[in-house]
């Protein structure tokens, strides 16, 4: 069973449109997203063909390029969308309280 | 930091045309001297303008749509004669492991350098018979071993699906070429890859070749080299090529202004073409005798992190996108 452990993780000011944020927890990273739509979305920090953090690299919509190969993933699903990533981002539940986005880091 | 489809869907526009009239020139002045520049431009066109164009619209970074992109690295590939599954593999391979001895898949002169795949290569003719073969051999559904090592399972149907349709394309050349007891097919589709090559390995054996191997620092392994216009808008500025190393996110049209961002961190450039040949030529000539042997470049030693030439500066993440 999932135990939810919500996580103050910045403000929503914090993050532009259409744009991406580290944010490092529990020797975790993580990566957080505003939508051009302004939904906030929440993904694994590094990509899963080699680990770089995707936090550096570009969102378009709902996606997010990794900045060192260009591999592309749906960041409001987690799905990989383009080579060379072929492994899916695990999401994590957000939650916006009092201009905070909180971050669901619970455990199963 | 925002992508959009321009400049560079223009720039695709004007490619694609002038391969078009150039190809029609050349037709229509066969069999008069006139046919032999129409011909010229019409293979830089086709084999040259499509290996830079393979490589960027492989990245992704050109266009902000994305089936643009898609459709024009398809298109690219096949002018250069790699498929596209297997090079964008290989190249997120190459981009991972730069120089890399063992690892990156994409190395123009390996230790000591053979001249005479050098010079093969110059027209494109030993990469060409490999790739042929491996075609070949994808459309029956085997990978070499090396393919193995960077290409996952994942993608070895789309491998095969690809090397079946291209060896199909070129049957119904081959075909036609028969039908009509000519060579001509040949020359428009096919042949160009080899007789318009020489100006794209022109370009690409600047990028790393005589440079260190094993060091994660593009500094020391890529080249940043000034050209032309003609030259730069053949190789779609990848003579920025330290700079794209660094930041593979940035597209093609924005590397000129990468580059005066970051020139202060960063080696010499060379000051053309020729002046990197200067450095390469006799780099291979030793590497013959001593293959432990490349060339250093020399890192500003009195740059430190934050600054510019002009005082202290906030780099501004991604502010060239």
Not at chain 2, 86 to 113: C, F, M, N, Q
Request: with cysteine; aromatic share 14%; glycine share 6%.
């Amino acid at each position: 069973m999932r135990v939810a452990k919500w996580i103050d993780a910045c403000g929503t000011d914090e993050i532009e449109v259409e744009d991406v944020l580290r944010f490092d927890h529990d020797g975790r990273t993580y990566a957080l997203y505003r939508s051009p739509d302004d939904r906030f979305y929440a993904t694994d920090g590094l990509c899963t063909h080699e680990q770089v953090h995707l936090a550096d690299g570009l969102v378009m919509d709902n996606i997010i390029e990794c900045p060192k190969h260009n591999g592309r993933f749906d960041y409001t699903t987690g799905q990989a969308r383009g080579a060379p990533v072929c492994i899916s981002l695990k999401t994590y539940p957000i939650r916006i309280d009092n201009g905070r986005v909180l971050i669901d880091v619970g455990t199963e | 930091m925002k992508r959009n489809d321009y400049p560079a869907l223009p720039q695709l526009f004007v490619w694609l045309a002038l391969l078009v009239v150039s190809g029609i020139g050349a037709y229509l002045t066969l069999g008069t001297p006139w046919c032999v520049p129409f011909f010229f431009i019409y293979g830089i066109l086709y084999g040259s303008c499509s290996d830079s164009r393979w490589h960027e619209f492989g990245h992704g970074t050109a266009f902000r749509t994305r089936w643009i992109n898609d459709a024009a690295f398809q298109l690219a590939a096949f002018m250069v004669f790699r498929e596209p599954a297997i090079w964008r593999w290989s190249h997120a391979r190459h981009h991972t492991d730069t120089l890399i001895v063992g690892r990156d898949p994409e190395v123009l002169a390996k230790r000591p350098p053979s001249f005479r795949a050098l010079l093969l290569n110059f027209f494109a003719l030993q990469s060409t018979a490999t790739a042929i073969a491996r075609l070949i051999s994808h459309a029956f559904a085997r990978l070499h071993e090396e393919e193995k090592q960077f290409v996952p399972q994942i993608e070895h149907a789309r491998v095969f699906r690809t090397a079946r349709i291209w060896l199909l394309i070129y049957a119904l050349v081959a075909a036609y070429s028969i039908h009509i007891h000519s060579m001509l097919p040949w020359m428009f589709i096919g042949l160009p890859t080899l007789y318009g090559a020489w100006l794209q390995f022109y370009f690409g054996i600047t990028q790393h070749t005589g440079l260190a191997e094993d060091t994660l620092d593009h500094r020391l392994n890529s080249r940043t080299i000034y050209m032309n216009p003609i030259f730069r808008f053949v190789y779609l500025n990848m003579n920025y090529h330290t700079e794209h190393h660094m930041y593979p996110m940035v597209p093609y049209y924005k590397l000129p202004e990468l580059h005066r961002e970051l020139r202060h961190d960063m080696p010499t450039p060379y000051r053309s073409t020729l002046a990197a040949y200067r450095e390469i030529i006799p780099a291979l000539l030793r590497q013959r005798r001593d293959p432990s042997y490349f060339v250093r470049r020399n890192l500003p030693s009195a740059f430190k992190p934050g600054t510019t030439a002009a005082g202290t500066a906030t780099p501004q993440a991604g502010s060239v996108i």
